[in-house]
């Protein structure tokens, strides 16, 4: 069966700070890959997509990024944290077209200082 | 531009009782749609969905109702249990779309 892993579960960093968050899936071959953030009052975030390795699509500008370096690999990163930045970030995966449901991972609880 | 809309942030409903949560889009391009449940500090979990070529689908005590014309959908529990207090949010997409756009929730409250 399919699984995702996201870690940490929390985190703390300070302004500035540089930020790495990593998502693996298990069970599944070239999924596509998502990084959502929830915000108050905004529900659910787009932020990035992939649909294969190397290839990453940015739904909002902002002072994060995100690779793929690995099939099964969603790595969610900043250079210098905002206190904007501070969140619920979610990783997922689906197959297909996206016409089918997605799948999450358990989220990291970001806050910065 | 916020696509899929959900304009009540709460709802508290008596358990027992049914639950309706709504949901409005705007894209008419969307013609899949999914409801997800999220507890507090855990990721969302896929409830129920329905495809734009159906206008209601059901899955015990969950049932899904969409209306084309007004570009709506609602989902209904019933009866409702304390177990169902969460967060539910609604998500739309469509053939090729590759991504799936949530709306911002609604936090469902079900009383003893």
């Known amino acids: 069966s399919q699984t995702i892993h996201q870690w940490p579960a929390t985190l703390v960093q300070p302004v500035g700070s540089p930020l790495s968050l990593e998502c693996t899936v298990e069970g599944t071959s070239n999924p596509n890959l998502y990084w959502y953030r929830q915000a108050a009052g905004r529900g659910l975030q787009l932020l990035f997509y992939?649909?294969?390795?190397?290839?990453i699509s940015s739904e909002v500008p902002q002072n994060l990024s995100a690779s793929r370096p690995q099939d099964r690999q969603f790595i969610l990163s900043s250079k210098k944290l905002l206190l904007s930045d501070s969140g619920f970030y979610l990783c997922a995966w689906s197959v297909g077209t996206g016409r089918t449901e997605a799948f999450f991972g358990q989220g990291t609880r970001l806050t910065v200082v | 531009d916020q696509q899929v809309k959900q304009n009540s942030p709460s709802l508290s409903v008596q358990e027992g009782r049914i639950s309706i949560l709504n949901c409005d889009y705007t894209n008419s391009m969307f013609d899949y749609f999914l409801w997800y449940k999220k507890y507090p500090a855990e990721g969302p979990t896929f409830l129920i969905s329905?495809?734009?070529?159906?206008d209601k689908n059901e899955d015990g005590r969950f049932t899904v109702f969409l209306n084309k014309s007004a570009k709506h959908l609602s989902l209904h529990i019933v009866p409702s249990q304390p177990g169902d207090s969460a967060v539910y949010f609604c998500a739309a997409t469509f053939q090729g779309a590759q991504k799936l756009v949530f709306g911002q929730g609604t936090r469902l409250t079900i009383n003893p």
């Open positions: 329905i495809s734009s070529i159906k």
């Open positions: 992939s649909v294969g390795i190397g290839q």
